[in-house]
């Protein structure tokens, strides 16, 4: 890799979107391991327990997402400044919408909405996480009655309307995020083909609305079950 | 046709500018915009004001010289059209009609609805060519087979008149698509492929210092190209600068 490749246009929207692919792969499996917390609480709380405690995924996995995440944003920010700088004097009069989506224009208040939620969820499950392994150094997985704790811990999250007004308003800004954004990082990267684009561009639509309907699905499925 | 005409005037490169409105009467529908141009400024020379300066040469659509912003939109609300090329049809009698020159910190305002492109040329002149020992046994380029599909695609990125209007729309000011195509031409053919690992690097370099924005994919410059260049060249010129950029040996 040549000397400053992250200082070049080019290289940032290759580096952006090479963050982009890990975090939807991160996301798919955030999304599987969630699911089973409909399907199967015992199969929720076992997986979790693993992704908890298993020292490859805690030491090197979590640590890798958690730049992988911040990567995305500081770029992102730094990418939305310069670009700012680019045209000091505006038009008095522009129709973008002319010409191009209202997502693939305004990724970077997409983003910051999705990473703002970010910062709620780290309150809610991360750092109570953290305290309970690493502080308390609780790391059996199991509440107070001897059984596991997360399936548990889950449902408590979701008893609160307005937190889950939150989560499921964060999944829609996630959606617009994605509905550019899968198909924009194949196309930073280069990768643009006539027979293959136009799948990559339905795909990405497709895993943009399911993947986000399904995290609402399952915090409504909860929050449903709570109240009655 | 009686309009309403809202135009950035400037003085100069230093003076702060300002739109300024004209209201024009009796223009044709069948005229261009750049001739219904030329009628105000025939009025304002009678009434000896200043005219309103702007970038014009062919008035054919292939020089790339007329540019304008013209209600919201580079090169106006047509499609795959220049300034030159747009007619007085697209508009409704009465209309309000706003023009403003290219908007970016690498195009600045000379005068009027004039700016600087010569950002362009430097992007050009930093590996946009094919080297030839022009020593007088210079082999026929003709004489290379180029597969059709390669040729083609050679074609469609040369048609890029470099009117700048990609830059104009982009939301961040990019030059991608200019860049791409002008790279794209000679990446595509044998004759280019010599080249090709500096050209890219240097043209990518040359275009971030010249104060461009980065590319976000959004796909404007596309729609309001008025040669049709495809984001296809951005795609293209991504995967080259990648592999120079990873592979070369300097």
Not at chain 1, 69 to 75: C, I
Not at chain 1, 196 to 203: Q, V
Not at chain 2, 16 to 32: C, H, L, Q
């Amino acid at each position: 890799m040549s000397k400053g490749f992250s200082k070049t246009s080019v290289g940032r929207k290759v580096l952006m979107a090479l963050s982009g692919f890990f975090l939807l792969i991160f996301l798919l499996q955030h999304f599987i391991i969630n699911s089973l917390s409909v399907i199967s609480p015992d199969g929720f709380n076992s997986t979790s327990h693993f992704m908890g405690t298993n020292p490859l995924i805690q030491y090197v996995m979590q640590p890798v997402l958690i730049f992988g995440v911040l990567f995305h944003l500081m770029m992102g920010i730094n990418l939305e400044l310069k670009n700012k700088q680019a045209r000091p004097v505006k038009y008095a009069f522009n129709k973008p919408g002319e010409n191009s989506s209202w997502m693939s224009r305004n990724m970077i208040i997409t983003g910051i909405m999705v990473m703002l939620f970010l910062g709620l969820h780290f309150y809610d499950f991360w750092i109570p996480e953290i305290k309970t392994k690493f502080i308390n150094g609780d790391m059996s997985g199991l509440n107070a009655e001897g059984g596991m704790r997360y399936f548990e811990e889950l449902q408590h999250k979701f008893v609160n309307p307005i937190r889950v007004g939150i989560y499921c308003l964060a999944f829609v800004f996630l959606s617009l995020h994605l509905l550019h954004g899968f198909q924009s990082a194949f196309q930073s990267v280069g990768f643009r083909h006539n027979r293959y684009t136009p799948t990559i561009k339905k795909l990405g639509n497709l895993y943009a609305i399911i993947i986000p309907l399904g995290f609402i699905a399952i915090a409504l499925f909860h929050f449903i079950n709570s109240s009655h | 046709m009686n309009l309403t005409l809202k135009i950035w005037r400037q003085k100069d490169a230093k003076s702060a500018g300002k739109m300024e409105t004209y209201p024009i009467s009796n223009v044709s529908p069948d005229s261009s915009f750049l001739e219904m141009l030329d009628l105000l400024n025939n009025e304002l020379i009678d009434k000896g004001e200043d005219p309103v300066a702007f970038d014009h040469d062919c008035r054919e659509g292939i020089c790339g010289m007329c540019s304008l912003y013209i209600n919201g939109e580079a090169h106006g609300p047509d499609r795959g059209v220049t300034t030159c090329q747009l007619h007085m049809r697209m508009f409704k009698d009465g209309d309000t009609i706003y023009i403003e020159p290219f908007r970016s910190k690498a195009f600045p305002v000379i005068k009027d609805l004039v700016v600087d492109r010569s950002s362009f040329d430097r992007i050009q002149h930093a590996g946009g060519f094919v080297s030839v020992n022009t020593s007088g046994n210079t082999q026929d380029a003709n004489a290379i087979p180029v597969p059709k599909r390669d040729a083609d695609k050679a074609f469609d990125a040369a048609t890029c008149i470099g009117c700048g209007a990609c830059v104009a729309t982009c939301k961040n000011g990019s030059a991608m698509l200019y860049v791409s195509a002008k790279v794209s031409q000679f990446a595509y053919l044998p004759q280019g492929r010599v080249e090709a690992t500096e050209r890219v690097l240097n043209m990518v370099e040359q275009m971030d210092k010249e104060g461009f924005g980065n590319c976000t994919n959004t796909g404007a410059c596309e729609v309001e190209c008025p040669k049709g260049i495809s984001l296809e060249f951005i795609a293209k010129m991504n995967k080259e600068y990648l592999k120079a950029a990873t592979c070369a040996e300097k």
